[in-house]
């Protein structure tokens, strides 16, 4: 899927999202699952999971295409091989850890 979570958002957000909400119709005090209240609070949260989840997809893919045909999404090569750190700050985050990118790629200046 090519996903590029470096800080773990989806995880924090998707998953504990996701187990939130279903807490709630499991541990509802009035009409949660292990309280007595039945399926139907679970069930609710479920149908909500899902269609946040559809909408969201949605959303995303059409907001992310509108961008990718407009302004673009990615950086040059020989950026993204330099770090962007440099193209977008003009400092190395980690001096001393970067690739001699100028001398592997053939060029002096980024693209």
Do not use: C
């Not at 998953?15 to 609070?41: C, D, I, R």
């Not at 040059?76 to 091989?81: A, N, P």
């Amino acid at each position: 899927m090519k996903i590029d979570d470096p800080v773990g958002a989806l995880s924090v957000h998707l998953v504990n999202g996701v187990w939130g909400t279903l807490a709630v119709g499991l541990f509802n005090m009035e009409k949660g699952l292990f309280y007595g209240g039945g399926f139907t609070q679970i069930i609710n949260q479920l149908i909500g999971i899902v269609a946040i989840g559809a909408f969201t997809v949605a959303f995303s893919v059409v907001l992310w295409l509108v961008l990718k045909q407009t302004l673009g999404i990615r950086v040059s090569k020989h950026e993204e091989q330099m770090g962007l750190d440099i193209g977008e700050h003009g400092m190395e985050a980690y001096a001393g850890f970067t690739k001699d990118v100028d001398s592997f790629m053939g060029s002096g200046s980024l693209e």
